[in-house]
Structure formats: C-alpha cells, structure tokens
C-alpha cells in the first residue's frame, strides 16, 4: 500500500482565497483524522470522520473551515476564506478502528502559506 | 476530556548518552499510549507503543515504562545516535469504548531532542 496520500504538498495562497487539501488514505482504514500543526499550539486535532461520517469536529477553529468525506478512499479540508493565521502544515492520518490498538498512519502532509 | 502533559519541551544530549522524555495524562479511562517520532520536515511515526497492562515495553534501544498509578509515562532512549534527532509525541487514548465507539488520541505537545555527535 502506498499509505495515507495527500496533495498538494505545499500550497501558497493570497488571504481570502480557498483552499483545498486532500487526502486518500489507507484502503480498508475506516478512520480518517485532519490534523493542524504548528509551532505554537503544536499537534492539533480538527475533525475525525468513522466509515465517512464525521464524528467529532470539535477541533475546528471557526466556520471557515469544513471537511468531508464523500467515500472511503477521499477526504477534503476547505478553508474559504483563508487567512494568514491558518499557515500551517496540515497532516491527514487515517487507522484501523477494529483492531486493539489505535495506530494512525500519517500522510506526508499539506504545508499551507497564506500571504 | 483527555489532557497530555509532555516534558521537556526541548533536550540536548552527547552521542551515546540516554535521554528520558515524560508525560503525564489525566484521564483514568486511557489504556493506550504510543510515541510517535517526527523527523524534520517529515510525518509523525509510531515507534513504539504500551498498553495499561504492560508496565514497560523494550525495543533494542527505547523503552517506555508505565505507572498507571501515578497517571504517567515515560520514553527512554539509549545510546543516543544523530539519526534520533527528532521530535518525539507522546500520546494518550482509551481503545475502542464498550459501545463501539471509537476514542480519539490527544497528543503531548512534543520535545525536541538534538542529539549532538
């Protein structure tokens, strides 16, 4: 398996744009977690999805920013409108919820500037 | 909700020195915690991982300890080499709630070790 992919890898944008990140992950994982890191606040937690539905999106900061997971093997995060406080890089992770452990696979990740 | 403490936030150790990273959680319900190494510009990954019925874990040369107890754990690295120099995570998370429900792992704030040859 070629594990959790994500695209873009880097995205600039002006402020007020919107932004998508995108994320396929593990076939046959039926969890799928969005990630925001920075150097600040660290590793954060914005929004899990189990079997495409979404579970708990607490973690995410305000309005301006959505997910959705229309099937299995896709997911997007949407910032609209984007601003310079969101850059950061965002990670997509994606684990097995049947088994004993919660091990989540990262994907590479979505390093966001927004100018 | 579940809160992971992590220190230090930072650490410098000689090649061939330990370095010891800690974490405290506060919720009784959690039985799973998994470290997650992150090498610059790279993604977090599961080095290694203990359940609550297991006090310490060895692979060649980390190890974690548990007390369950005290509400804390801790990552140990021997004989440090530069390939270490990562950011390591320390993590918390009960497994899958009685009514199936899944349980979100929280994450440690991270510490930063540098590992200098």
């Known amino acids: 398996d070629a594990g959790v992919i994500q695209s873009p890898r880097h995205e600039v944008t002006e402020m007020g744009q919107e932004v998508t990140l995108r994320c396929k992950p593990i076939s046959g994982h039926d969890y799928l977690f969005w990630y925001r890191q920075t150097m600040m606040r660290g590793l954060e937690l914005l929004i899990y999805f189990n079997n495409n539905v979404p579970i708990d999106d607490s973690g995410m900061p305000e309005d301006r920013f959505s997910a959705k997971m229309p099937n299995a093997s896709f997911s997007t995060l949407k910032i609209q409108p984007s601003e310079p406080r969101d850059s950061a890089v965002y990670f997509c992770a994606s684990s097995l919820g049947t088994l004993a452990k919660n091990i989540q696979y990262f994907g590479a990740g979505t390093r966001l500037s927004v100018l | ?117």
């Open chain 2, 1 to 117: 909700g579940e809160n992971v403490e992590q220190h230090p936030s930072t650490l410098s150790v000689q090649e061939g020195d330990s370095a010891v990273i800690k974490c405290t959680y506060s919720d009784s319900a959690s039985n799973y915690f998994p470290w997650y190494k992150q090498e610059l510009g790279k993604r977090p990954q599961l080095i290694i991982d203990i359940r609550s019925n297991v006090g310490e874990k060895k692979d060649q040369r980390i190890a974690v300890t548990l007390n369950k107890t005290a509400k804390h754990f801790s990552l140990h690295i021997t004989e440090t080499q530069p390939e270490d120099s990562a950011v390591y995570f320390c993590a918390a998370s009960p497994t899958l709630h009685p009514s199936g429900g899944y349980q979100k792992v929280t994450f440690g704030t991270g510490t930063k070790l540098q590992v200098i040859p």
